[in-house]
């Protein structure tokens, strides 16, 4: 009776197993290696709020696709003036926020003209800043008046600082994000995960394969390892152990890609402080940089080497990695000329990324040989983005910027390093107001020579994107032209 019984338990568990395995999956665990402070792109500085609710929670009017191109979104089309001054966009219809409320032409005008307001703290707000008026002549039709040529328009309408937001829901985004996007966030475990499931409410679930998302949180190398060979995590986009790679290049449960992001890896100065403020020590610093000992120390030779702020793949990009060849004397050389007497403090201040924390023990040591002793500081990403960013409490940092074509945070004053430039100002107003694409490239040009010269940040390497991912996870981008995990494109195959 006992055996009869057993054999009937273990058949029952077989069926059980056969049928659990026979079901398709329908649900994926993301790894990310930073936390976001809060779920408002439109108000927060960091790209891992992007990596969790861009296209996922929230949309915009356009969608910046993995191959660059921008289509619509939000929008059904646009039409734009022939002096590029005049955008008009005709809206979806249909489309309702999350919390039920219905999306309009009024969404629109509120998002953007928050975003612009003096008190908003959009990192692009000098673009919406650029708008001089928004009309709303129907609810399904939205037009943008720019005050100078917006040859970029389309593209800075498609990143997550555009994102469409509803004024009954903004003010509570950051811990309850609400958007027009096919998932809504049902848990965040702080310092874990952040968990989204899926929207029935959606305009057309019916092409959403996955059913619930988790994004966890593992900032260290080995513990990501661990994750993805123990089934814990099923893809990691942006994985940060570069050492274990080949591990799982040889592995055949596992896929590995390895694409471009717009990722522009420096060592930000900040130039406000004292000597930094004189450019003959930011030049020093710059020939104390053996760019090529970084990439391969720090990451195990992934990562093209940069001279300014833009990405081999951008248009207009010019090649300045040969301005500051790695030349310890003549940084030495320098120094002398600017009266600074070595040995030199400053702070280097590492968030978490293994790029920082790796790459900032080499350049300490590469300083160490100029006569500059790079005091530590290893700090998580919340403290990075009050202390550093906000608060400008740093002499020295590492940090990898991600947005695209982002060359004009050099033109704010105000930004955390603290470049001030009136020169360069002037060429990023006519870059910004360029009628055509070869003026573009031009201005764009200009603005690069122009801050390398003044050595504001030692421009590093481009950061390059490695996913790690179950072999039979299908949708995950190669490149990243923006910082986002598009679940809407992921499903399992069978």
């Given at each position: 009776m006992?055996?009869?019984?057993?054999?009937?338990?273990?058949a029952?568990a077989a069926?059980?197993?056969?049928s659990?395995?026979?079901?398709?999956?329908?649900?994926?665990?993301?790894?990310m290696?930073?936390?976001?402070?809060g779920?408002d792109?439109?108000?927060?500085a960091?790209?891992?709020i992007?990596e969790?609710?861009?296209?996922?929670?929230?949309?915009?009017l356009?969608?910046?696709?993995?191959?660059?191109?921008?289509?619509?979104?939000?929008?059904?089309?646009?039409?734009?003036?022939p002096?590029?001054?005049t955008?008009?966009?005709?809206l979806?219809s249909?489309?309702?926020?999350?919390d039920?409320?219905?999306?309009?032409s009024?969404?629109?005008?509120?998002?953007f003209?928050?975003?612009?307001?003096k008190?908003?703290t959009?990192k692009?707000?000098?673009f919406?800043?650029s708008?001089e008026?928004?009309?709303?002549?129907?609810?399904?039709?939205?037009?943008?008046?720019?005050?100078?040529?917006?040859?970029?328009?389309?593209?800075?309408?498609?990143?997550?600082?555009?994102?469409?937001?509803?004024?009954k829901?903004?003010?509570?985004?950051?811990t309850?994000?609400?958007?027009t996007?096919?998932?809504?966030?049902?848990?965040?475990?702080?310092?874990s995960?952040v968990?989204?499931?899926k929207w029935?409410?959606?305009r057309?679930p019916?092409?959403?394969?996955?059913?619930?998302?988790?994004?966890?949180?593992?900032?260290?190398?080995?513990?990501?390892?661990?994750?993805l060979?123990a089934?814990?995590?099923?893809?990691?986009?942006?994985?940060?152990n570069?050492?274990?790679?080949?591990?799982?290049?040889n592995?055949p449960?596992?896929?590995?890609?390895?694409?471009?992001?717009?990722?522009?890896?420096?060592?930000?100065?900040?130039?406000?402080?004292?000597?930094?403020?004189?450019?003959?020590?930011?030049?020093a610093?710059?020939?104390a940089i053996?760019?090529?000992?970084?990439i391969?120390?720090?990451?195990?030779g992934y990562?093209?080497?940069i001279?300014?702020?833009?990405?081999?793949?951008?248009?207009?990009?010019?090649?300045?990695?040969g301005?500051?060849?790695?030349?310890?004397?003549?940084?030495?050389a320098l120094?002398?000329?600017?009266?600074?007497?070595?040995?030199?403090s400053?702070?280097?201040?590492?968030?978490?990324?293994?790029?920082?924390r790796q790459?900032?023990?080499i350049?300490?040591a590469?300083?160490?040989?100029?006569?500059?002793?790079a005091?530590i500081?290893?700090?998580?990403?919340?403290?990075?983005l009050?202390?550093?960013f906000?608060?400008?409490?740093?002499?020295?940092t590492?940090?990898?910027?991600v947005?695209p074509?982002d060359?004009?945070?050099?033109?704010?004053?105000?930004y955390?390093?603290?470049?001030?430039?009136?020169?360069?100002?002037e060429?990023?107003?006519?870059?910004?107001?360029?009628?055509?694409?070869?003026?573009?490239?031009?201005?764009?040009?200009?603005?690069?020579k122009?801050?390398?010269?003044?050595?504001?940040?030692v421009f590093?390497?481009?950061?390059?994107?490695?996913?790690?991912?179950?072999?039979?996870?299908?949708?995950?981008?190669?490149?990243?032209?923006?910082?986002?995990?598009?679940?809407?494109?992921?499903?399992?195959?069978?």
């Amino acid at each position: 009776m006992r055996k009869s019984f057993r054999l009937i338990i273990a058949a029952g568990a077989a069926l059980f197993a056969a049928s659990a395995l026979a079901a398709p999956k329908d649900s994926v665990t993301i790894g990310m290696i930073l936390e976001p402070p809060g779920l408002d792109p439109t108000t927060g500085a960091a790209a891992a709020i992007g990596e969790i609710t861009h296209y996922n929670i929230y949309e915009g009017l356009t969608k910046i696709n993995e191959d660059f191109s921008v289509t619509p979104l939000l929008a059904d089309s646009w039409t734009l003036s022939p002096d590029l001054k005049t955008l008009t966009f005709k809206l979806k219809s249909g489309v309702k926020f999350q919390d039920g409320e219905p999306f309009s032409s009024k969404d629109v005008s509120f998002s953007f003209e928050r975003a612009a307001a003096k008190d908003s703290t959009n990192k692009d707000k000098a673009f919406f800043a650029s708008i001089e008026k928004i009309d709303t002549p129907d609810p399904q039709t939205v037009t943008l008046t720019f005050k100078q040529p917006s040859f970029e328009a389309l593209f800075h309408l498609g990143m997550n600082t555009a994102v469409i937001v509803d004024e009954k829901s903004a003010a509570t985004n950051a811990t309850n994000p609400i958007g027009t996007g096919p998932y809504k966030m049902t848990n965040w475990n702080k310092g874990s995960s952040v968990t989204l499931e899926k929207w029935d409410g959606y305009r057309d679930p019916s092409k959403i394969a996955i059913a619930k998302a988790t994004f966890r949180i593992i900032n260290d190398p080995a513990a990501q390892v661990a994750a993805l060979l123990a089934g814990d995590v099923d893809a990691f986009p942006r994985f940060g152990n570069f050492q274990a790679v080949d591990q799982f290049k040889n592995d055949p449960r596992f896929q590995v890609t390895i694409g471009g992001t717009e990722g522009k890896t420096i060592l930000a100065i900040n130039n406000r402080k004292k000597p930094l403020d004189d450019v003959r020590v930011r030049r020093a610093l710059a020939y104390a940089i053996d760019r090529k000992a970084i990439i391969d120390g720090a990451q195990n030779g992934y990562g093209a080497p940069i001279g300014s702020h833009l990405t081999p793949n951008d248009p207009g990009y010019i090649d300045l990695t040969g301005e500051y060849p790695h030349d310890p004397e003549k940084a030495k050389a320098l120094l002398k000329e600017a009266g600074v007497t070595t040995p030199l403090s400053l702070s280097l201040i590492l968030p978490p990324p293994p790029y920082a924390r790796q790459g900032g023990e080499i350049i300490a040591a590469q300083l160490a040989e100029i006569g500059i002793q790079a005091k530590i500081e290893n700090v998580e990403w919340a403290q990075w983005l009050s202390s550093v960013f906000k608060g400008h409490n740093f002499d020295l940092t590492i940090i990898s910027h991600v947005e695209p074509l982002d060359i004009d945070i050099y033109a704010n004053p105000d930004y955390y390093f603290g470049y001030d430039n009136k020169d360069f100002q002037e060429i990023i107003a006519k870059m910004n107001a360029a009628p055509d694409l070869a003026t573009f490239k031009k201005y764009i040009g200009e603005a690069q020579k122009k801050i390398a010269d003044d050595s504001v940040n030692v421009f590093l390497f481009q950061l390059q994107q490695i996913t790690v991912a179950n072999a039979k996870l299908q949708g995950l981008w190669k490149n990243s032209p923006i910082f986002a995990n598009d679940l809407s494109a992921m499903s399992w195959k069978e």
